[in-house]
């Protein structure tokens, strides 16, 4: 019963529009991040020892053309950019974060984090520049009052 009145009232709230913010709003923040070649490598020096983010023949037969980067480094980045770029780099204004992989990440590859804000909301995708494909997508920050 209660979780039948709280939807109501979190219904009741929600805007009209239900397109995706980026296609109401023009974009709020642009980050790019840094190329960096040792990133997975630097995963497996904290005990990760999934092959497919560090050895070539493993990444073929799972598919990859090379060794992919991690999703918690895609997710990680993801989040830097959304603290660097709308929260003043204030990680306790990180109320909740989530996305979906859409695509892998090749170590090395420049990641763009596009942004849309409305209020604490933060709507954002992530793309590899150099391929111009959407690796996160769907992703939604919520921040708490500064």
């Not at 996305?99 to 990641?111: C, H, M, Q, W, Y």
């Amino acid at each position: 019963m209660e979780f039948a009145k709280e939807a109501d009232r979190l219904l009741s709230q929600a805007p009209l529009d239900y397109r995706p913010l980026s296609q109401r709003q023009s974009l709020t923040a642009r980050h790019l991040s840094d190329r960096i070649y040792t990133l997975a490598l630097l995963y497996r020096l904290n005990g990760d020892e999934n092959p497919l983010h560090a050895d070539p023949q493993r990444a073929t037969v799972a598919g990859f053309d090379r060794p992919i980067l991690h999703g918690a480094a895609s997710f990680g980045i993801a989040a830097h950019a959304v603290l660097r770029s709308v929260a003043d780099y204030q990680p306790e204004r990180l109320a909740s974060f989530e996305a979906r992989f859409s695509k892998p990440v090749f170590p090395g590859e420049t990641i763009r984090t596009e942004m849309w804000q409305e209020r604490e909301r933060v709507s954002f995708q992530c793309r590899v520049v150099g391929r111009n494909d959407i690796v996160l997508s769907n992703g939604l920050a919520t921040l708490r009052a500064a």
